[in-house]
């Protein structure tokens, strides 16, 4: 999530497509309306190259376009957003049990953020 004027990114929440993801992205959008995009990070391979993950994103996010329409999806990259996060769990004297919990939340804010500077630069 972003604060109202987009300038910060926020990790509030992570879920795993295996469990009830796609009801809590819904109550998530209708809670926090309104919502002007979601943003999926795309896993994109150290090449540049997409790989089946990035296929199996893609597929979800075709869902999450349909479920959620009219509200526009984008993909942004997440390399390395996972090791930035821990870099920073790590700095921040977060103990490694404590890091596992957190550091999906860290990289989703990362890559978020990453968008919005993006965004802003193009604006500029």
């Known amino acids: 999530m972003t604060d109202p004027l987009g300038m910060f990114a ?3 929440a992570v879920w795993r497509v295996e469990d009830e993801w796609l009801d809590e992205l819904k109550r998530l959008v209708v809670e926090s ?3 002007d995009r979601i943003v999926i990070g795309l896993p994109v391979r150290t090449t540049g ?3 089946p993950e990035a296929e199996k994103i ?3 996010a075709e869902t999450v376009a349909r ?5 526009p999806v984008e993909f942004m990259d ?3 957003t996972t090791t930035r996060a821990h870099q920073i769990l790590i700095e921040s004297n977060i103990d490694s049990r404590r890091r596992r919990n957190r550091v ?3 990289a989703a ?3 978020l953020q990453d968008f919005l500077d993006r965004r802003r630069t193009r604006e500029e």
């Not at 479920?67 to 509200?71: Q, S």
Request: hydrophobic residues 50%; aromatic residues 8%; proline residues 8%.
């Open 10 to 12: 926020q990790g509030i």
């Open 58 to 60: 893609r597929r979800i």
């Open 49 to 51: 190259l997409e790989g």
């Open 104 to 106: 999906d939340k860290v």
């Open 78 to 80: 997440e390399r390395f």
């Open 67 to 71: 479920e959620i329409a009219p509200i």
């Open 109 to 111: 804010a990362i890559f």
């Open 33 to 35: 309306a309104p919502v």
